[in-house]
């Protein structure tokens, strides 16, 4: 009896222990497992936006640490799709068809491929193979010989593009300088000479003045120079409802003339009143005459240019003046006595020589100005490099998400703000520096400079991308050039004005800095407005030009990117 009992205990016990356990497949654990996929997929889908290069089908969350790809093929996989290029410009991803090709994780792998044993066999440990070490060889071994002539072909192609390149910017840059001092005759100036004859008394100050600048050789080569005498200012200052002075002033404002030497009205008469009168407080030194510019119309060429021009040619004019023996002439206006009192009461009248008062219309004198005007203008086209690169990731991501004309569009807007925020830190930057933005438009002068700035930085990142997609298709070894050569172009008509370059740079007048930099100079120095309509319609034009171009530019790359595909697909064959 206890025998029995105690044979039922073991064979409970046993049928305790030996009772197979459950099945659990793939319906029993299909919510479970759906709910974690999901979270999975969703966790994936999150962190592919700051790291593509994870793979988002695996589960567990051990992502394999891959080399980053080359930046070329990154950029080259944002805009296309090996096994179906033109997905960019609408056409769907390929769905795979039941469970083909669909990435299963770790766990449901581990789930559904679960078989029950009621029993476990240790299985022999898996022996590795050794791996061959790679051959390695001197420089000059025989048996390295061929792929030394092969890298060494590769090295002299590498330096003549970099050298054909290099030298091609710097010299599209230095040309820009050939014989400069040569087209100096090339600056339109104005001689004013609004003094005229007054009964018996001699014009002697406006015809010393004409005399200059008509009879001395040296000075043809400084400057263009028109003469206006005083029928002809009075005249069109009648037109436009001025007086010779205003008249004289707009010519310089309206960017009619670089410079104006203005001899003024009755010159002669005010001298010789003077005289008569043996007045102490006439100055002939500066009260007959004067030169005008307007350092607010062009920063750089005026201050590297005009300015130095007009001191060449006031430096010359005292000895000329002497020469031309206008003191003694003006004596000779007054009699004997009038003259002692002269000598003895006011020598200042006959001991100076009159000359040209300097009058700059709208000077700067902020040197931080130079900082924007130069070489800051030419940084935004770094900036919008930048740009690119920076949102390369973003854009390859969503590339793979997003299709059709949905991501075109995306792209082009995205790029648009990068653009605003961009341009509204440079006209932060200047107004922390204390540069005015109320001179033209008041108040509303920083909204007006940002627009500006949005606009330049707008049109050369436009053109930037489209520049650099189609070099990815050609070659993108010289993707860099890019940078380079629209730096280049860009900076030459800033720098140099194009009236003193060949007339190959006259192309200046076309492209986004200049235009940019001339409604800087209206927003900033209140220079002259009348430009402004075609600065504004050219960077519009730059703007829509390049952005319509854009998914033609990516319809092509993704179409020499399936090409190479099959070339290399075949070649692998």
Known sequence: MASNTSLNSRASSSSSLEEPQAYVGPAAASTSNLKQSRTRRLSSAASNLFSINKDDSDSTGDYDNREDESLIQDVANDYFNSKDADYVLGADHPVPTGDEGAPKSEELESVHSYHPELYTEEKPAATESPQKQPVKYKLWDKEFKATRIQIGLK???????????????????????????????????????????????????????????????????????????????????????????????????????????????????????????????????????????????????????????????????????SQSQIVANMLQTVNQTQAVNVMSQAPQLISTIPTFRINDLHPVTNLVFQAPFQIGLIYLVVFGFFQFIFTLKIHMYLASKIKGWNYIVFRLLSSQVAYMFISLGMVVLNTAFQLPFTTTFGHSGFLVIWMFS?????????????????????????????????????????????????????????????????????????AYKGHMGRNIGVLLAWIVGSNAVMPFMLKYLAKKKKEADEKQAIANQ
């Not at 400069?180 to 002697?204: C, E, F, W």
């Not at 005399?211 to 005249?235: H, R």
């Not at 520049?467 to 860099?480: C, E, H, R, S, T």
């Open 454 to 526: 949005y606009l330049l930085m707008a049109s050369l990142g436009s053109i930037i991308e489209v520049l650099v997609i189609i070099m990815f298709a050609v070659k993108p070894q010289l993707i860099g050039f890019v940078l380079l050569f629209t730096a280049v172009i860009n900076l030459a008509p800033i720098i140099s004005p194009p009236v003193l370059t060949p007339p190959f740079y006259y192309y200046g007048y076309a492209v986004p800095s200049r235009n940019a930099y001339e409604l800087l100079h209206v927003a900033y120095f209140n």
């Open 155 to 321: 090295l002299l192609s590498n330096y003549a593009f970099l050298l054909v390149g290099f030298a091609g910017a710097l010299l599209l840059y230095w040309a820009s300088y050939y014989e400069r001092s040569t087209r100096y005759k090339h600056l339109k100036m104005a001689i004013v000479i609004a003094d005229r004859q007054v009964g018996q008394l001699p014009n002697i100050v406006g015809q010393t003045i004409q005399s200059y600048f008509t009879n001395v050789p040296a000075l043809q080569q400084l400057g263009k120079f028109e003469i206006w005498d005083y029928d002809k200012v009075s005249s069109q200052a009648a037109k436009h409802g001025h007086n010779i002075t205003q008249e004289v002033y707009q010519q310089v404002q309206h960017q009619k003339v670089w410079a104006a030497f203005y001899v003024y009205e009755n010159a002669t008469l005010m001298w010789n009143q003077a005289l008569s009168a043996a007045s102490t407080e006439f100055d002939p030194s500066n009260s007959l005459m004067e030169v005008v510019y307007e350092t607010g119309r062009d920063l750089n060429a005026v201050s590297n240019y005009i300015i130095t021009l007009v001191h060449q040619i006031l430096k010359a004019y005292p000895n000329f003046a």
